[in-house]
């Protein structure tokens, strides 16, 4: 394995140590805890061979100048049963990790049958995982991403999303359940095998000090035709073309002298380099400014419509599903439940967490009573909905919230409207939105 290759690989496993920052805090409270039960401990022994010197002194049965040294022997203890069990913690804390990390030793000696091109997709099949057998990280989780899909994973910071990642690249071996890639169980895969249909883009990019071309290669050998492919379909050749030196312009210390937007597409030049048939994203726009995001999301969106790759993406953003996206899969608490079409995760959100998603922050201040949803979608923009309503039930709405999304090339848009206390006027309007097909369905949890 390279130089750079491994320097890379290096950088991305220590990504993990966003999964582990909980057990660091625990282990350091732990640490702090046997310091200062240790540092109890030794005072009252300190003290107790004080008064028992002392008391040796005064009987003339040992000379004075022992006090001191006793004193300097007692600390030195002290101080090497601190470090010692400090060190036991440490050691103790750390092994789960190491046994979830594989660490490939003589993989001269593998056979290099690698992967086929994928026909079908990828399955989560009852995939359980944790560092902490205590604390799991995903529970049972079962997914699956076919061929030439374009899927967003989202939830909340610390759900797993991650770590699902890491596992479909084999980074995490220890889990339990399978991933099938096709009908092919992924454990019979090296992750450097996987790592050959897989390709994977984080939030921050890591380059080295060193030119654009050794970036996207890492040392490794492409043909002048995959290096072309790559910038072309990576987009970057486009800023090549402003750069003097081209692919040898040197790109800075951790790519200093490229813009956000030009980093990611060195990064995606670099995924494509390898012509995976997967693509996963962790976050890949979020630190991004808007223009820039959009140039990217609707990079990866012809790579996925041109190319046929699978992508794969985590995202925060409402916005970054509804423009590249077909289906949505919420994870909380390490398990994915709701998923489906875009599109239908938008119109009937089954779960609170699919509520949050859709349903902006803007809404939880809002008056509890009375509030029905409208939904509409580019069909029946166009219709004067609220006025009709209004004209033929003889009863005011108030329009508490609305906006427009644009979701695969189709505008949806919603309304939140506070209907009328009055019983039957409620019921006028409701029966008006049935006999035209409309959308509109009372909002219990905001």
Same mark, same amino acid.
């Given at each position: 394995m390279n130089f750079y290759?491994?320097?890379?690989?290096?950088r991305l496993v220590n990504g993990l140590k966003s999964s582990m920052e909980q057990a660091k805090y625990k282990l350091t409270i732990n640490k702090d805890g046997i310091g200062c039960g240790l540092a109890y401990v030794s005072a009252v022994c300190q003290v107790a061979v004080v008064i028992l010197l002392g008391v040796l002194i005064l009987n003339d049965m040992i000379p004075l100048? #022992?006090?001191?040294?006793?004193?300097?022997?007692?600390a030195g203890v002290y101080n090497g049963l601190n470090q010692v069990?400090?060190? $036991?913690? !440490?050691? !103790? $804390? !750390?092994k789960p990790y190491f046994d979830k990390i594989t660490i490939h030793a003589g993989e001269a000696q593998l056979p290099d049958f690698g992967l086929p091109t994928l026909q079908e997709g990828i399955t989560v099949k009852d995939v359980s995982f944790g560092y902490d057998e205590k604390k799991p990280?995903?529970?049972?989780?079962?997914?699956?991403f076919k061929k030439g899909g374009k899927y967003a994973l989202t939830g909340p910071s610390g759900c797993g999303k991650s770590t699902l990642l890491?596992?479909?690249?084999?980074?995490?071996?220890?889990?339990?359940?399978?991933?099938?890639?096709d009908e092919r169980d992924v454990r019979d895969y090296t992750p450097e095998q996987l790592q050959q249909k897989m390709s994977y883009i984080e939030q921050n990019v890591f380059l080295f000090n060193t030119t654009i071309r050794e970036n996207i290669t890492l040392g490794e050998h492409f043909t002048d035709e995959q290096m072309e492919k790559a910038l072309r379909d990576s987009a970057l050749a486009g800023d090549l073309a402003n750069?003097?030196?081209?692919?040898?312009?040197?790109?800075? *210390?951790?790519?200093? $002298?490229?813009?956000g937007g030009q980093k990611q597409r060195v990064a995606i030049a670099r995924a494509l380099a390898t012509n995976p048939q997967v693509l996963l994203c962790d976050e890949a726009t979020s630190a991004l400014d808007p $223009? #820039? #995001?959009?140039?990217?999301?609707?990079?990866?969106?012809?790579?996925n419509k041109n190319l046929g790759i699978t992508a794969v993406i985590i995202t925060h953003e409402m916005s970054v599903i509804e423009k590249i996206c077909s289906h949505v899969a919420i994870i909380n608490r390490g398990k994915i439940v709701e998923h489906g *079409?875009? *599109?239908?995760v938008f119109f009937h959100p089954r779960t609170e967490a699919a509520r949050r998603l859709v349903m902006p922050e803007a809404l939880q201040n809002l008056p509890q009573e009375n509030l029905y949803r409208l939904i509409f979608n580019g069909r029946s923009s166009f219709e004067p909905v609220i006025a009709n309503m209004v004209l033929e039930c003889h009863c005011p709405v108030n329009i508490m919230y609305a906006d427009t999304r644009d979701i695969n090339g189709i505008a949806f848009g919603q309304m939140v409207l506070q209907l009328p206390e009055c019983p039957e006027s409620r019921r006028s309007i409701l029966e008006f939105a049935k006999s035209r097909n409309i959308l509109l369905e009372e909002m219990k949890h905001v």
């Amino acid at each position: 394995m390279n130089f750079y290759s491994l320097l890379f690989r290096k950088r991305l496993v220590n990504g993990l140590k966003s999964s582990m920052e909980q057990a660091k805090y625990k282990l350091t409270i732990n640490k702090d805890g046997i310091g200062c039960g240790l540092a109890y401990v030794s005072a009252v022994c300190q003290v107790a061979v004080v008064i028992l010197l002392g008391v040796l002194i005064l009987n003339d049965m040992i000379p004075l100048a #022992t006090f001191m040294g006793t004193g300097t022997i007692c600390a030195g203890v002290y101080n090497g049963l601190n470090q010692v069990s400090k060190l $036991a913690v !440490s050691f !103790s $804390a !750390s092994k789960p990790y190491f046994d979830k990390i594989t660490i490939h030793a003589g993989e001269a000696q593998l056979p290099d049958f690698g992967l086929p091109t994928l026909q079908e997709g990828i399955t989560v099949k009852d995939v359980s995982f944790g560092y902490d057998e205590k604390k799991p990280i995903l529970v049972h989780m079962n997914a699956e991403f076919k061929k030439g899909g374009k899927y967003a994973l989202t939830g909340p910071s610390g759900c797993g999303k991650s770590t699902l990642l890491k596992i479909l690249l084999g980074w995490l071996p220890g889990y339990q359940g399978k991933v099938l890639y096709d009908e092919r169980d992924v454990r019979d895969y090296t992750p450097e095998q996987l790592q050959q249909k897989m390709s994977y883009i984080e939030q921050n990019v890591f380059l080295f000090n060193t030119t654009i071309r050794e970036n996207i290669t890492l040392g490794e050998h492409f043909t002048d035709e995959q290096m072309e492919k790559a910038l072309r379909d990576s987009a970057l050749a486009g800023d090549l073309a402003n750069m003097p030196k081209g692919l040898d312009t040197p790109v800075g *210390e951790e790519g200093n $002298a490229l813009s956000g937007g030009q980093k990611q597409r060195v990064a995606i030049a670099r995924a494509l380099a390898t012509n995976p048939q997967v693509l996963l994203c962790d976050e890949a726009t979020s630190a991004l400014d808007p $223009a #820039t #995001t959009d140039s990217i999301l609707t990079l990866i969106k012809d790579i996925n419509k041109n190319l046929g790759i699978t992508a794969v993406i985590i995202t925060h953003e409402m916005s970054v599903i509804e423009k590249i996206c077909s289906h949505v899969a919420i994870i909380n608490r390490g398990k994915i439940v709701e998923h489906g *079409e875009v *599109e239908e995760v938008f119109f009937h959100p089954r779960t609170e967490a699919a509520r949050r998603l859709v349903m902006p922050e803007a809404l939880q201040n809002l008056p509890q009573e009375n509030l029905y949803r409208l939904i509409f979608n580019g069909r029946s923009s166009f219709e004067p909905v609220i006025a009709n309503m209004v004209l033929e039930c003889h009863c005011p709405v108030n329009i508490m919230y609305a906006d427009t999304r644009d979701i695969n090339g189709i505008a949806f848009g919603q309304m939140v409207l506070q209907l009328p206390e009055c019983p039957e006027s409620r019921r006028s309007i409701l029966e008006f939105a049935k006999s035209r097909n409309i959308l509109l369905e009372e909002m219990k949890h905001v």
